[in-house]
């Protein structure tokens, strides 16, 4: 049980990244990792949205939507979930620590447009799995679109210093960056 679980996160995080292999969230992907600093705060945050997320989104569904034939509302109860658990997180945050607060507090609402999570919560009711297999899914999801946007935030710090020519500056060379990240998480799929 615990080697798939392991395996879940794995494939999640490296496998399965939701950004560069479902090119899920590349909205905060591009907007956030200009700084490294703010791409660690929107990780951390988006980290704690996506696991509840996927434990909420797969209770709701199984539990309320299924049993009361409401399949075909999914969508809308798993938006509306998703901004109460960014609510929620805002609120928790807010009390446990006013000082990472004031460091998110920007980046917290931004989560609950993030296609990243939406897509996480429809992929968790289709897998038809357990309460904690679908924790692991939105923590090894969590774990790779945390690694991918602080590396993307740290390689571009590093390119503004760089001497590109002036054709690929800005978006240009992000995009590069983002497609070259993209085909160097396809070699982990030689692992399995």
Same mark, same amino acid.
């Given at each position: 049980?615990?080697?798939?679980?392991?395996?879940?996160?794995?494939?999640?995080?490296?496998?399965?990244?939701?950004?560069?292999?479902?090119?899920?969230?590349?909205?905060?992907?591009?907007?956030?990792?200009?700084?490294?600093?703010?791409? /660690?705060?929107?990780?951390?945050? %988006?980290? &704690? !949205?996506?696991? =509840?997320?996927? *434990? #909420?989104?797969?209770?709701?569904?199984?539990?309320?939507?299924?049993?009361?034939?409401?399949?075909?509302?999914?969508?809308?109860?798993?938006?509306?979930?998703?901004?109460?658990?960014?609510?929620?997180?805002?609120?928790?945050?807010?009390?446990?620590?006013?000082?990472?607060?004031?460091?998110?507090?920007?980046?917290?609402?931004?989560?609950?447009?993030?296609?990243?999570?939406?897509?996480?919560?429809? /992929?968790?009711?289709?897998?038809? %799995?357990? &309460? !904690?297999?679908? =924790?692991?899914? *939105? #923590?090894?999801?969590?774990?790779?679109?945390?690694?991918?946007?602080?590396?993307?935030?740290?390689?571009?710090?590093?390119?503004?210093?760089?001497?590109?020519?002036?054709?690929?500056?800005?978006?240009?060379?992000?995009?590069?960056?983002?497609?070259?990240?993209?085909?160097?998480?396809?070699?982990?799929?030689?692992?399995?």
């Amino acid at each position: 049980m615990l080697t798939q679980l392991a395996l879940v996160i794995f494939s999640t995080a490296l496998l399965n990244n939701f950004v560069l292999a479902k090119f899920l969230g590349l909205c905060p992907v591009m907007g956030v990792s200009k700084k490294l600093n703010s791409a /660690l705060g929107m990780s951390l945050a %988006t980290a &704690f !949205v996506l696991t =509840l997320t996927a *434990g #909420l989104s797969y209770l709701l569904f199984k539990y309320v939507l299924v049993p009361f034939k409401l399949e075909y509302l999914q969508i809308i109860v798993f938006i509306v979930s998703i901004a109460a658990t960014v609510q929620f997180s805002e609120i928790f945050i807010r009390k446990a620590s006013p000082l990472l607060h004031e460091r998110l507090g920007l980046y917290l609402p931004l989560i609950a447009s993030n296609c990243a999570i939406l897509g996480l919560a429809l /992929l968790v009711t289709q897998s038809q %799995t357990s &309460f !904690v297999h679908s =924790l692991f899914y *939105g #923590l090894g999801t969590a774990i790779g679109f945390g690694l991918v946007l602080i590396l993307f935030a740290a390689i571009r710090e590093r390119l503004n210093t760089a001497d590109i020519p002036k054709p690929f500056q800005g978006s240009a060379i992000a995009m590069i960056t983002v497609g070259i990240m993209a085909l160097g998480f396809m070699g982990f799929q030689g692992m399995m």
